[in-house]
């Protein structure tokens, strides 16, 4: 890394009072499950390979329709955003790369963007289209549509923006694209749903011929919002339908945000690998609709359900397992690095925690029928606390042992406060 945005000192000066501790913490859990058959090493391996991609949009306050309360210190650009992305990945070692979004992260020198990530240690994820607004001096509206709209001059538009997007991508050192459209209807009678669908289609193939060898394509499906009657890709069966359609490079990708509440998602997730159309995820939490709260805040259960899953298809095909996993949140009233912190935390937590899991008790219990047994197996499983071995990831890959306490001992947002122009007040948040 050219440019150390923690610096070194201060993570060893921060890890030095909490090694013993951590050290003795780890020793014990290591017993407690090489009694479980479990090897703690083998955990550990697979987390210190594991990464969740940060949002470029992440690390600025959200918001909510209502209103978005800026901080002092927030990045005003892309190039502060990598800063503040490289603080996350500094302390808390899982977050190697960023997805960005266009044209929110809009520059006119791509070398450079790619450049500044690399000088401070991160690379890319996905890149995202945006056709759910309409940007300043934009010759043609998105306000009934974008791929799907009506009018062909409008989705050439898009596909236009989504095409230009994979080229800033392959620039990057990205490879593939999330599409996520916002089109969809808000009264019965408005759109067609069926030539809603077959345009979009239509639309998603030119963009699919416009992928790169390597690259893949994702699908993110969406119930409702901001089209509150109908959307077009409202679900993973739709989703899947249209992943079959356009081509092996086409995948879909679940947020965790876009479903009915109480839908079983874990299924949903296994369904799509066993097809192997599991494109990647976005990870959030909710309480009531697409909160996008941080993720494993609400339902940590929901969080390592999912991961069982994803634990299982690795196991069946591990050839062709290759998840893309990001984070994709809205941080309203905190710190987005903390929160960030806290969030990649909890899904290598609720990964961690998938990896205890005795899997040949597991099938030997669901083949007897021995229902609680098979439950109590998930159980012990997710009853672990698996804290040290994330710590001494962290540690053991140069980040901090508590990254939290590292964050705020290195005064990070203050000293950005005084250099970074403020944030104007009034504005609307991402929704
Ligand atoms: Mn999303």
């Not at 937590?349 to 899997?359: F, W």
């Not at 901090?400 to 005064?411: F, K, L, M, N, Q």
Request: hydrophobic share 40%; charged share 25%.
């Amino acid at each position: 890394m050219d440019e150390a945005v923690i610096s070194r000192e201060l993570i060893e000066r921060e890890n030095a009072g909490r090694l013993d501790a951590l050290s003795d913490d780890y020793e014990s859990l290591g017993r407690s499950l090489d009694r479980r058959g479990v090897s703690i090493d083998k955990v550990k391996a697979a987390l210190k390979a594991f990464g969740v991609a940060i949002p470029s949009w992440g690390v600025g306050v959200g918001g909510t329709r209502f209103a978005k309360f800026p901080i002092a210190g927030e990045p005003t650009n892309i190039f502060e955003k990598l800063e503040d992305c490289a603080v996350v990945q500094a302390l808390g070692r899982n977050t190697p790369t960023v997805s960005t979004h266009f044209p929110w992260d809009k520059v006119d020198d791509v070398k450079a963007l790619k450049e500044k990530a690399a000088a401070v240690g991160l690379g890319f994820d996905a890149v995202n289209s945006n056709t759910f607004q309409d940007q300043p001096g934009q010759p043609l509206s998105y306000k009934y549509g974008s791929l799907t709209h009506a009018d062909a001059a409008v989705r050439d538009q898009a596909v236009q923006h989504n095409i230009d997007c994979i080229e800033i991508g392959e620039a990057l050192g990205a490879e593939a694209i999330t599409v996520w459209i916002a089109d969809g209807s808000n009264f019965a009678g408005q759109s067609d749903l069926t030539g809603a669908l077959d345009r979009y289609l239509d639309s998603m193939a030119r963009i699919y011929a416009a992928l790169p060898r390597h690259w893949r394509l994702f699908i993110e499906h969406k119930l409702y919002e901001p089209a509150f009657y109908s959307t077009v890709v409202s679900d993973w069966g739709t989703s899947l339908l249209c992943a079959q359609t356009l081509g092996d490079k086409a995948q879909c990708l679940v947020d965790l945000g876009h479903h009915a509440p109480n839908v079983n998602i874990e299924q949903i997730v296994a369904r799509l690998a066993r097809f192997g159309k599991l494109g990647g995820f976005h990870f959030n939490d909710s309480k009531y609709g697409d909160d996008d709260l941080d993720a494993g805040s609400i339902n940590p259960h929901q969080l390592f359900l999912v991961f069982n899953e994803l634990v299982e298809a690795e196991r069946r095909d591990p050839e062709g397992f290759r998840p893309a996993y990001m984070l994709d949140q809205s941080h309203n009233v905190t710190d987005p690095i903390e929160s960030l912190l806290n969030s990649a935390g909890a899904v290598a937590a609720a990964h961690a925690r998938a990896l205890v899991v005795d899997r040949d008790a597991l099938a030997e219990h669901q083949k007897a029928n021995d229902v609680i047994m098979g439950f109590n197996t998930l159980r012990r499983a997710y009853d672990t606390d698996v804290t040290p071995i994330l710590a001494m990831v962290r540690y053991e890959l140069g980040g901090a042992i508590d990254p939290i306490a590292a964050y705020r001992a290195s005064e990070w947002r203050m000293r950005k406060a005084q250099v970074r122009k403020p944030i104007a007040v009034g504005q609307a948040g991402i929704v």
